[in-house]
């Protein structure tokens, strides 16, 4: 090996989160405050991040698996009820069902994008009467945007609800049939969508989600499930209010609240957003241009509105470059193997094979690093180990 002009003082993650002086200084407010969970920043954030989506309510809570589980126990998922998702995708979008007793089912992915495949979801909701499924959860995976007007059409035809799993596509969007660009969560679509706040996504506050919707039941019924299913709210009382301390526990939910101390450091944090999309997508266009040199390096398709989550490329021999890279200070990562593959999902009957172009990308699929903070030096030590391992 050649000694390279750079080398990496530390590990180069896949992602990693971005935190300035101004976000340790929003935090550092908020403790010294009067309120540690349910203050004026968790309204200020929720406020905020429906001005950036565009979308009409949202409901910041604990992480962006409680968000999921909130939304599936909102639109009254239940044992013997069928719900449809993607095999490649975070189990989070999956197991969400399943705290509530229902069945998931798995559809196959379009090749080119990784994302679920529509065509085929048509096929199988065809295949059975009306009334067989329930929903369908779409997931924006690596920051593309699934085509929500077309989701749409086939939840109304078939009698679905959708949740957009959005957790890496805050910011993204696609292009509806009147060439308007429709953003992720802005709820014109999906019934509910969410998004996470786990370190590596666009947004981090360590723990943290939201879910955003347009639709005014459901919000106020997730503000109560976020909060033990307990309401203060006179106008949705039972029963005659007993005094000034008088609330109710209605149902049963959970403390799935976001504190807000970590609102404080989203608002801080989605100041950025923007600013962080745009050097993602100006990395990947760098990624798009050496890749286009190198035939044996395959990326995942692009579109105007990705997010850029990940930037996944398909290689050959991927256990092989996953490994060369890891030796030399690069650290990728897989996304994903498929769920209906993990073995707690083959003990509900799913087995390898059952989706075979999942499969397929999986054998061959590698995330590289993108992250705002990425120095365009980095991420040409990355192109070259890569070219490296490649053409040897
Ligand atoms: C991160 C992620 C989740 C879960 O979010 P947490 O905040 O880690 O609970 C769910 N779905 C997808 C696609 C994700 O990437």
Same mark, same amino acid.
Not at 132 to 138: A, K, P, T, V
Not at 157 to 169: K, N, P, Q, V
Not at 189 to 201: G, M, Q, R, T, Y
Not at 280 to 285: F, I, P
């Given at each position: 090996m050649t000694q390279p002009a750079f080398y990496p003082s530390h590990p180069i993650a896949y992602g990693r989160q971005h935190i300035t002086p101004e976000d340790v200084q929003a935090v550092t407010d908020t403790l010294y405050s009067d309120y540690l969970t349910q203050g004026p920043k968790v309204a200020e954030f929720e406020q905020k991040f429906t001005e950036y989506l565009g979308a009409k309510y949202a409901v910041a809570v604990a992480n962006g698996t409680a968000a999921l589980h909130l939304c599936a126990m909102a639109l009254g998922v239940q044992p013997g009820q069928r719900v449809i998702t993607t095999p490649i995708t975070f189990s989070a979008s999956a197991n969400c069902v399943r705290y509530c007793g229902g069945e998931v089912h798995f559809v196959d992915i379009d090749p080119a994008t990784a994302l679920i495949d529509l065509k085929a979801v048509r096929r199988l909701l065809e295949s059975h009467p009306v009334g067989? $499924?329930?929903?369908? @959860? &779409?997931?924006?995976?690596?920051g593309l945007a699934v085509n929500l007007e077309e989701a749409r059409k086939l939840a109304d035809e078939f009698g679905l609800w959708i949740i957009e799993d959005s957790c890496h596509a805050p910011g993204g969007f696609f292009t509806d049939s009147l060439g308007q660009e429709q953003r992720c !969560?802005? !709820?014109? $679509?999906?019934?509910?969508? @969410?998004? &996470?706040?786990?370190?590596?996504?666009? @947004?981090? %506050? !360590?723990?943290? !989600?939201?879910? %955003?919707t347009n639709n005014p039941a459901l919000y106020e019924h997730l503000l109560r499930l976020r909060t033990h299913g307990i309401t203060k709210d006179p106008a949705q009382l039972e029963r005659p209010s007993d005094g000034g301390w008088y609330m109710e526990m209605q149902e049963l939910g959970y403390n799935y609240r976001m504190p807000d101390m970590l609102c404080a450091l989203g608002i801080s944090q989605l100041r950025r957003a923007e600013s962080g999309l745009a050097r993602r997508r100006e990395l990947a266009a760098r990624y798009d241009a050496a890749f286009a040199q190198i035939p044996n390096v395959r990326p995942l398709a692009g579109a105007p509105g990705h997010a850029y989550h990940l930037y996944v490329i398909q290689v050959e021999d991927r256990r092989g470059l996953y490994d060369f890279l890891r030796e030399r200070q690069v650290f990728a990562q897989v996304h994903y193997i498929p769920v209906h593959t993990m073995p707690y999902y083959q003990r509900l009957g799913w087995q390898p094979g059952d989706f075979p172009l999942a499969e397929a990308y999986y054998?061959?699929?590698? &995330?590289?690093?993108? $992250?705002? &903070?990425? %120095?365009? /030096? /980095?991420?040409?030590?990355?192109?070259?180990? @890569?070219?490296?391992?490649?053409?040897a």
């Amino acid at each position: 090996m050649t000694q390279p002009a750079f080398y990496p003082s530390h590990p180069i993650a896949y992602g990693r989160q971005h935190i300035t002086p101004e976000d340790v200084q929003a935090v550092t407010d908020t403790l010294y405050s009067d309120y540690l969970t349910q203050g004026p920043k968790v309204a200020e954030f929720e406020q905020k991040f429906t001005e950036y989506l565009g979308a009409k309510y949202a409901v910041a809570v604990a992480n962006g698996t409680a968000a999921l589980h909130l939304c599936a126990m909102a639109l009254g998922v239940q044992p013997g009820q069928r719900v449809i998702t993607t095999p490649i995708t975070f189990s989070a979008s999956a197991n969400c069902v399943r705290y509530c007793g229902g069945e998931v089912h798995f559809v196959d992915i379009d090749p080119a994008t990784a994302l679920i495949d529509l065509k085929a979801v048509r096929r199988l909701l065809e295949s059975h009467p009306v009334g067989h $499924f329930q929903g369908l @959860i &779409s997931v924006d995976f690596a920051g593309l945007a699934v085509n929500l007007e077309e989701a749409r059409k086939l939840a109304d035809e078939f009698g679905l609800w959708i949740i957009e799993d959005s957790c890496h596509a805050p910011g993204g969007f696609f292009t509806d049939s009147l060439g308007q660009e429709q953003r992720c !969560g802005n !709820g014109q $679509f999906a019934d509910l969508a @969410i998004f &996470s706040f786990h370190p590596v996504k666009h @947004i981090a %506050t !360590g723990e943290g !989600g939201m879910i %955003t919707t347009n639709n005014p039941a459901l919000y106020e019924h997730l503000l109560r499930l976020r909060t033990h299913g307990i309401t203060k709210d006179p106008a949705q009382l039972e029963r005659p209010s007993d005094g000034g301390w008088y609330m109710e526990m209605q149902e049963l939910g959970y403390n799935y609240r976001m504190p807000d101390m970590l609102c404080a450091l989203g608002i801080s944090q989605l100041r950025r957003a923007e600013s962080g999309l745009a050097r993602r997508r100006e990395l990947a266009a760098r990624y798009d241009a050496a890749f286009a040199q190198i035939p044996n390096v395959r990326p995942l398709a692009g579109a105007p509105g990705h997010a850029y989550h990940l930037y996944v490329i398909q290689v050959e021999d991927r256990r092989g470059l996953y490994d060369f890279l890891r030796e030399r200070q690069v650290f990728a990562q897989v996304h994903y193997i498929p769920v209906h593959t993990m073995p707690y999902y083959q003990r509900l009957g799913w087995q390898p094979g059952d989706f075979p172009l999942a499969e397929a990308y999986y054998a061959h699929c590698l &995330s590289i690093p993108l $992250f705002p &903070s990425l %120095t365009d /030096e /980095e991420q040409q030590y990355v192109i070259d180990c @890569i070219r490296e391992f490649v053409q040897a």
